[in-house]
């Protein structure tokens, strides 16, 4: 009692210095399909509720403290893929599936008395590297499974164990947001633009580096349960495209000068910062179980416009008597409020140590998620579709250990199954005369992944 | 270690080698091997109907004679509005005269000279049963057949022609067939979607409003029935789109759009500003209705109609209401290829609406004109094009 008592003073000292920590590190987030999929198949199938007492490379993702817990490398590495079959009008919507590999270690190391961990993490879309697009507002999208889903993530994470019961750890993670530049000049033949026109044309890209930081902490309160506690920092990818037109339009008597500019601003991703607190027990009377869960705030309400920015700029003065009417002024798009809401996401994750031999051990998993969508029923101009999911998931963990001297550890296959049921939900429009009028929208999610680990002592 | 237990310890160790690499190789393999598909943007999804309306290719109605996207195939007849309603299309036609007189000079263009034609009937004319692929299913594709003459102009309000056909289906299996005449609206019955025609009464039942300065002859009625309104009968009286109320369909009064004033005004009294250098919008007319339900159930009243502008040109305009009274209008036009008129909805069972228009056509040198199918949301095809 003593014991713990003193545990708990220490906790409130770390937790004050940890609280400035948090409120001085920089905006953070990892914003790709691990956002809306998860990470590495465990995980998954516990539905992310590990923040209190992960451990495996997926730390990287869901807490880094829990690099520092384990005591040995670790190699992991998972493919999940997750067909989506979601309709607008009984229209089927042709979601793209979202699939990639995820690559992970973690990597103990012991400093004299102190207790460090090195983590990696790297999620590959297996259909590409990066998707940046905007659609018209009139075409409904079901915006959290278009583009957000199919970027790379890398993180570099460290984390050190303070004392056996206190871990925090950090991390950095990688993306690209873009500018992509066009120029055309030269002249157009406006009878026969094929075989009298001269243009010549310049583009240049560029795929910028973000570096973002993140921290966890895990508390082990007793030896049967563990609390986490992770935040990171909301984060967007803005996009920049640039066209240019300088030339002549021949053809029609004198040459016409023509000169057009755009330039459109475009954030193409949004995380909202977010803090998970988890808990994560194991009875005492039955250790073979393990009862997980976490309750995740997530800001979506600071999320911005995801309606471009646009400026033109249409310079062209025909002469009298062509018939040419040049508008005086072509309005580019304006950014439109989200008005999102804020959630709570809760999340539950329940394992089973089923079988446990000298050589073997057998897990089963179940975990549960419900999240209520953050966008509001769409009645205006913008067309972002979402409806709330719930989403359960079952996997089964099968780990090879003895296998001295081969293998000093053990290996470890896990596999998961995910099914999401996207709620049905009525968008009813508050003009009669809307473009897409009212639409219906939902369905359901279903997919899975393996994932082999190597564990070294 | 002995040679027997070496080779063992290798024969572990590769196992376990393979065993351990193999689930990376799989994974890698599975993921190179699905990299770059790709995949095309959202399609256009539209439940509102206003529209832009893609006029239909000779392949999806059936119909081969040009211009493409008839609903039925007007050789040798003038044709002027088309509609559909009790699973039957309707319109009004005439042939030629053998020795049509000169055109009368003052008509636009694109207008049919009626004293070239013989009078104007309504004809009637079942599905064509043209087939096609979408898909590659079979589908019966939108078209119709010539059909036969079921109206003819007898009653003395009625001139010598009757036209501007809109038929309902009643409850009970009745189809009632609205029309215009020299003297105003009037009503048919027939006892079934194929039926003979039996006239209602022996006037019409809305007739002229002597308070509009144009004369205020009513034709190119379109019925709808609302269960908090009765049946709302929209028509054209010269100075707008107008409405009016009955309780059983067969006597309708006027309704006022405006109650601020002391006369009986149209729904339809404000046309669009233009936009920069776009053409001066000159009237509203030739409406057409129909009743909608939305995905989620609402329920809405869509009118088109057509909007003259001082290009010369025409195009259709939509607006849409939930009492069949206040009206909000699309800002854009919802059909203008080929200068169209005498706008008429028909909503199908998969949710897209087709429009028939009608559109200019030449007959051995008279315009004869014609009536075309578009179709709403455009991208929607359908059949597959041979």
């Known amino acids: 009692m003593v014991k713990r008592t003193h545990r708990l003073r220490r906790l409130a000292v770390y937790g004050s210095a940890l609280a400035c920590l948090w409120l001085a590190s920089a905006g953070t987030a990892h914003a790709n399909g691990v956002d809306t999929n998860g990470f590495m198949s465990r995980s998954v199938a516990l539905g992310g509720a590990v923040a209190a007492d992960v451990e495996d490379p997926s730390a990287n993702y869901y807490n880094p403290a829990g690099i520092a817990r384990g005591e040995g490398l670790r190699l992991n590495v998972s493919y999940s893929n997750i067909n989506s079959r979601l309709s607008i009008n009984g229209v089927d919507s042709h979601v793209e599936r979202m699939a990639g590999v995820d690559f992970g270690l973690t990597a103990p190391v012991q400093l004299g008395p102190v207790h460090f961990g090195f983590g990696l993490a790297l999620h590959l879309p297996d259909q590409r590297l990066s998707r940046t697009r905007s659609s018209l507002v009139e075409r409904p999208r079901w915006e959290l499974f278009d583009t957000r889903a199919h970027k790379v993530f890398v993180s570099a994470n460290v984390a050190v164990r303070l004392t056996h019961w206190l871990l925090i750890g950090g991390g950095i993670t990688f993306q690209s947001p873009s500018v992509l530049e066009l120029n055309i000049r030269g002249e157009a033949d406006a009878l026969q633009p094929e075989r009298r026109s001269h243009l010549e044309h310049e583009f240049r890209g560029d795929l910028t580096s973000i570096r973002y930081p993140d921290v966890g902490a895990q508390f082990l309160l007793t030896d049967d349960l563990s609390l986490g506690v992770t935040y990171r920092g909301q984060f967007e990818l803005k996009n920049t495209i640039r066209a240019g037109v300088d030339g002549v339009i021949t053809g029609l008597g004198d040459g016409i000068p023509l000169s057009f500019q755009l330039e459109s601003i475009s954030v193409s991703t949004f995380v909202p910062r977010q803090l998970a607190v988890g808990l994560a027990w194991r009875p005492e009377f039955f250790d073979r179980l393990r009862i997980g869960f976490d309750l995740v705030w997530l800001d979506w309400s600071a999320h911005t416009s995801l309606i471009p920015s646009e400026d033109i700029t249409l310079t062209l003065e025909p002469p009298p008597g062509l018939g040419i009417d040049v508008p005086g002024e072509i309005v580019g798009r304006r950014p439109i409020p989200m008005r999102m809401k804020d959630r709570f996401v809760p999340r539950v994750g329940v394992e089973l140590r089923a079988l446990e031999e000298q050589r073997y051990a057998l897990d089963l998993r179940a975990g549960y998620v419900y999240e209520r969508t953050p966008f509001p029923a769409q009645r205006g101009v913008t067309n972002f579709v979402d409806s709330t999911r719930h989403q359960l998931a079952l996997g089964v963990g099968l780990t090879l250990q003895g296998l001295e001297p081969v293998l000093r550890g053990g290996v470890r296959f896990d596999a998961h199954f995910l099914y999401t049921r996207v709620m049905s939900r009525r968008h009813i429009k508050d003009s009669l005369v809307d473009p897409v009028g009212d639409y219906i929208a939902g369905g359901h999610q279903l997919g899975g992944g393996v994932a082999v680990e190597i564990a070294f002592e | ?386």
């Open chain 2, 1 to 386: 270690m002995t040679g027997m237990k070496r080779l063992r310890h290798l024969q572990r160790l590769s196992s376990t080698a393979t065993a351990g690499l193999l689930p990376w190789i799989l994974l890698l393999a599975l993921g190179c091997g699905t990299l770059g598909t790709e995949t095309a943007f959202p399609g256009a999804i539209s439940s509102s109907g206003v529209g832009p309306f893609r006029q239909l290719e000779r392949y999806e109605t059936g119909v081969f004679r040009a211009p493409s996207g008839q609903s039925v195939d007007s050789t040798g007849l003038f044709l002027e509005s088309a509609s559909v309603g009790a699973e039957r299309l309707y319109y009004a036609a005439a042939p030629p005269l053998a020795a049509p007189p000169e055109r009368d000079p003052a008509l636009p263009g694109d207008v049919i000279d009626w004293a070239q034609a013989e009078p104007r009937a309504i004809y009637r004319a079942a599905p064509g049963g043209f087939t096609g692929t979408r898909d590659g299913e079979p589908v019966v594709l939108s078209g119709f057949g010539v059909g036969t003459r079921v109206l003819e102009a007898s009653a003395a309000w009625e001139g010598d022609a009757v036209f501007d056909p809109c038929a309902i289906t009643l409850a009970d299996g009745r189809v009632r067939l609205y029309y215009a005449a020299a003297g105003g609206i009037g009503l048919a019955e027939a006892s079934g979607t194929d039926g003979t025609f039996t006239r209602v009464g022996d006037a019409p039942i809305l007739g002229p409003d002597a308070s509009i300065a144009s004369g205020g002859v009513p034709r190119s009625p379109a019925v709808v029935e609302l269960e908090a309104q009765g049946y709302l009968l929209y028509y054209d009286a010269g100075d707008g789109v107008r409405v009016a109320r009955s309780d059983d369909g067969l006597a309708f009064a006027p309704v006022d759009a405006d109650a601020a004033t002391p006369a009986i005004d149209p729904i339809f009294t404000a046309l669009l500003e233009p936009r920069d250098a776009d053409p001066v919008e000159l009237d509203a007319r030739m409406p057409g209705a129909t009743m909608a339900t939305m995905p989620g159930g609402r329920r809405v009243v869509r009118v088109y109609f057509e909007i003259p502008r001082d290009d010369e040109g025409r195009i259709v305009s939509m607006s849409a209401s939930a009492d069949g009274i206040t009206f909000e209008r699309y800002a854009r036009p919802s059909f203008q290829t080929a200068s169209p008129g005498a706008p008429r909805p028909w909503l199908r069972e998969d949710g897209t609406t087709l429009l028939l228009t009608r559109i200019s056509r030449q007959l051995e040198g008279l315009e004869a004109g014609a009536s075309v199918l578009s179709i709403s949301p455009a991208n929607h095809f359908l059949a597959d094009e041979p």
